[in-house]
């Protein structure tokens, strides 16, 4: 269940335009970057039960508001994402039908994909574990698939790029870092793990295996892809948005039955992916609503206790974002809101390292069924190591690292959308504070 319902395929392709030398960001991350985050989410998971998870951790170690900016940056940053996917779907819908959308009809598409999304994610047929069943065997056969014609059409015809041990160690090209955070992204959401120790016959044991086995999972399956990519198109030309569907193309010589098919597969996903992440995002902005950190209309329910009032803001944000796109000066839209995306929410992972290093100093006596072995100094290594990377991949993602045009154009509007997000989120918490003064005791948000 963790790798299936955290790996998200549409972030292969930027993943890999990475180049060869992902090769060793994704070892460099799954050992600085996943171990400490996974074992810190553990501890924390297993100490502090309870439906609000993240926003849980860091309202006790910091408080009502900070809980509350953890909450808004939770939570934005899926409209964002549905946003980006709406773009892709269109995108990649046109290429498989070999299709041409005028700007109009792209947006009608691009809104019937959103509100598809927040009416059935608004019902409780979003649980039903056949949506992600069948999701998860499209991912797989998707991304096995990709591998596979790699690695033929490696040994029968050649590969598109260099691999060898030079080209897959770091260059030192600080734009070339900018896709950094999507694999830091990638590994997001194990913590969600944590909240099932009830149903596990062993959590101090299970919970740390589920995490770390599903990281490097992950981490396989990707590369898996990665290097299926790679065979197939140069990483200079490589589309963060096109990029999944031109390699199979190109892997096979042309687009016949069987592209088109993993096309409709990768259609699925992306419909799927957003309808079963909507579950978690909205109950933790419905869990703060109630808390009074977010305003009441985040914790607005229907007669089943489905968090509507977050379904329909979800709509609404990433309904405006649709129509403003054809107005933002940015070539590749959907890297555009997926960038915006990943900031947002490595913004809120930014809060979860320093909760747990306040948590273990400030409050020793909670039990802890799972605890991160060692003394102050790994402690203080696996807090602040993969916080600092956190940080840095946000530096990287939104400020130019040169003065190209090309680097100019793609990260500007992302950190003009980086500033709005935390200047309305202020305002958002700011307001929820005044008009709730005093917070009263959460219950129980999700009940079955």
């Known amino acids: 269940m963790s790798v299936v319902v955290i790996m998200v395929v549409e972030s292969v392709a930027p993943a890999a335009a990475i180049g060869p030398s992902q090769f060793f960001w994704w070892i460099f991350l799954l050992i600085l970057f996943f171990i400490p985050y996974g074992l810190v989410s553990s501890e924390l998971g297993t100490a502090y039960t ?96 990709l591998g596979g014609l790699g690695i033929y059409v490696a040994m029968t015809k050649g590969i598109a790029n260099n691999f060898t041990l030079h080209t897959m160690m770091p260059q030192m090209n600080l734009s070339g870092l900018t896709n950094l955070s999507v694999i830091i992204f990638n590994f997001l959401g194990f913590e969600v793990v944590a909240t099932m120790a009830d149903d596990m016959d062993n959590p101090k044991k299970q919970i740390p295996q589920a995490i770390i086995y599903g990281g490097i999972l992950i981490a396989v399956f990707y590369l898996v892809a990665a290097f299926g990519m790679g065979v ?17 193309i190109l892997l096979i010589g042309k687009l016949n039955w069987f592209v088109v098919l993993i096309g409709i597969f990768f259609l699925y996903i992306l419909i799927s992916e957003m309808i079963s992440w909507a579950l978690g995002v909205n109950y933790v902005a419905d869990y703060a609503g109630k808390d009074h950190t977010l305003p009441s209309v985040f914790a607005k329910e229907d007669a089943k206790g489905m968090p509507v009032g977050t379904g329909y803001l979800n709509g609404i944000i990433a309904s405006i974002l649709v129509i403003a796109a054809p107005f933002i000066p940015n070539q590749d839209i959907f890297w555009a809101f997926f960038s915006l995306n990943v900031v947002a929410l490595l913004l809120s992972y930014t ?45 990287f993602s939104i400020f130019p690292m040169n003065s190209s045009a090309a680097e100019v154009s793609a990260k500007v509007p992302v950190l003009i959308g980086t500033i709005i997000t935390l200047v309305v989120g202020e305002i958002v918490v700011r307001y929820a504070e005044k008009h709730h003064s005093e917070p009263v005791k959460t219950t129980s948000v999700h009940q079955n």
């Open 50 to 145: 309870g439906d609000g998870g993240l926003y849980d951790w860091v309202r006790k170690a910091f408080g009502p508001r900070w809980g509350g900016r953890l909450a808004w940056l939770y939570w934005i940053n899926y409209p964002l994402w549905m946003a980006s996917l709406a773009v892709l779907f269109v995108q990649v819908g046109a290429q498989i039908f070999q299709l041409k959308i005028n700007t109009f009809w792209s947006i009608i598409i691009q809104l019937l994909f959103v509100w598809v999304v927040v009416l059935v994610g608004n019902k409780p047929v979003s649980e039903s574990k056949w949506i992600m069943n069948l999701a998860a065997f499209a991912k797989i056969v998707t991304i096995l698939a």
């Open 232 to 248: 197939a198109i140069p990483t200079d030309k490589l589309s963060a948005s096109s990029g999944l569907i031109d390699s199979f």
């Open 351 to 395: 809060m979860l390292f320093p909760a747990f290093w306040k948590l273990r100093k400030d409050d020793p006596d909670t039990p802890r069924p799972f605890k991160v072995p060692g003394g102050k100094t790994m402690i203080n290594l696996m807090t602040w190591v993969p916080e600092v990377l956190l940080i840095l991949t946000v530096i």
